[in-house]
């Protein structure tokens, strides 16, 4: 993406100032100028007025290989302030507190025994923050992903979106809301396997598979901000007795299927399903030959249609019954994607799974400062009196 030195585009140009080094750091004013077009002066107002709120750092100098001068050597300043992640689930709302780097500092897990109101979920927050010491102040924004679970999909978006408002004025502060496999494409763009990548599609496997997709380092968002509900593809032409419905992939291979797969077979309820190895649990081996041909059709589908430079495969199964999935996936299904010639692989799965999610929820607070569509996911109460860094990255004023 390329900048503009005309004044009026002062909003632009910190967006794309500010992403080049939270992806390219350490990174050079030089190296910016040939990246994004901009004069040297732009690049030096935009640089001093994040380093006005310490959200940038200069942190050594790279030596030119000619006679030029030295150049400082900027990065994101990952103390600058903390992010807030909020997970709600079925079972439990996971309250955690990030680095803007997505490097966790704490977090809390509280089981539901039944659904959370704003009320509640602000007072779990403030005792959370309390209890390890952290200034409300220093929090630039939280993120928020509801999962999914059975029911109308529209539905629980709107729902999702009357608890962003309600808790942006309860926490008081501006909270971005996305779907989980959207939160995680934006932490492995912006710090994880997708830095150099331009297009790539993430699937999350939660209690509903989605996706997320990326094209020109852009999370595309659908009508009503709906998009990604790959699970609900159809995957076999066989019709469900009761509904008469095609198969979709959620009745397959999502956890909500794997719960349902293992009860029915082992006649027990309550099994910690990420626990599930298939080398050890004949139960969760024949779940993965089950999950494994839908799951490969689906991709055939993301890749015929998008052909997207990787897909990037996450989510909450264990790392063993991921581990396994995946590997009876191959060999994939031939499609266009395997075309010319590859810089990167078809499918990576993600490292450290279990931190990505609550990462991605964190990362949504700086992710929607970067890029003018992606500031359609923060909700701001009306009420909210923002500090010098929110009205510098979110307001574009000082």
């Not at 009196?385 to 990255?393: A, D, E, F, G, T």
Request: charged share 15%.
């Amino acid at each position: 993406m390329k900048g503009s030195n005309a004044k009026q585009n002062k909003a632009t140009n910190l967006r794309l100032v500010l992403s080049q080094i939270v992806t390219l750091g350490p990174i050079s004013r030089a190296e910016i100028a040939r990246n994004t077009q901009l004069t040297k002066q732009t690049i030096t107002n935009m640089v001093e007025a994040l380093l006005s709120v310490n959200l940038i750092a200069e942190v050594g100098i790279k030596r030119s290989e000619g006679a030029g001068k030295p150049s400082k050597m900027l990065c994101l300043n990952k103390h600058a302030a903390y992010t807030l992640a909020i997970r709600i689930t079925a079972q439990s709302l996971e309250l955690s507190v990030h680095y803007l780097n997505g490097e966790c500092l704490t977090k809390s897990v509280i089981n539901l025994l039944q659904g959370w109101t704003p009320e509640q979920i602000a007072h779990e927050f403030n005792h959370f923050i309390n209890q390890h010491n952290i200034e409300h102040k220093m929090i630039l924004a939280a993120g928020l992903c509801v999962h999914p679970s059975e029911g109308d999909t529209l539905m629980q978006y709107q729902s999702s979106l009357a608890l962003q408002s309600a808790l942006s004025q309860k926490l008081a502060m501006p909270i971005a809301s996305e779907t989980t496999a959207s939160a995680c494409a934006a932490y492995q763009m912006l710090f994880g396997e997708a830095k150099t990548l331009h297009s790539f599609t993430y699937i999350h496997i939660g209690h509903k598979i989605e996706a997320a997709v990326v094209y020109d380092r852009q999370i595309m968002l659908g009508q009503n901000g709906l998009t990604g509900a790959l699970g609900e593809i159809f995957v076999t032409p066989e019709t469900n007795q009761t509904t008469g419905e095609l198969g979709t992939l959620n009745q397959f291979a999502s956890v909500t299927s794997l719960k349902q797969y293992v009860e029915q077979q082992s006649k027990v309820s309550g099994i910690h399903l990420k626990l599930l190895d298939p080398r050890e649990h004949a139960v969760c081996k024949r779940w993965i030959a089950r999950a494994t041909e839908p799951l490969r059709i689906a991709i055939h589908t993301l890749e015929s249609l998008l052909n997207t430079q990787s897909i990037i495969i996450g989510g909450d199964l264990g790392e063993a019954c991921l581990d396994g999935l995946i590997s009876e996936l191959r060999p994939f299904i031939p499609s266009i994607a395997q075309l010319g010639e590859r810089s990167i692989v078809r499918l990576i799965k993600v490292p450290n799974q279990e931190l990505t999610v609550l990462a991605g929820i964190s990362t949504l607070p700086l992710h929607a400062s970067l890029n003018e569509k992606s500031m359609q996911t923060l909700y701001f109460s009306p009420t909210f009196i923002p500090s010098r860094l929110q009205k510098l990255i979110y307001m574009h004023t000082e």
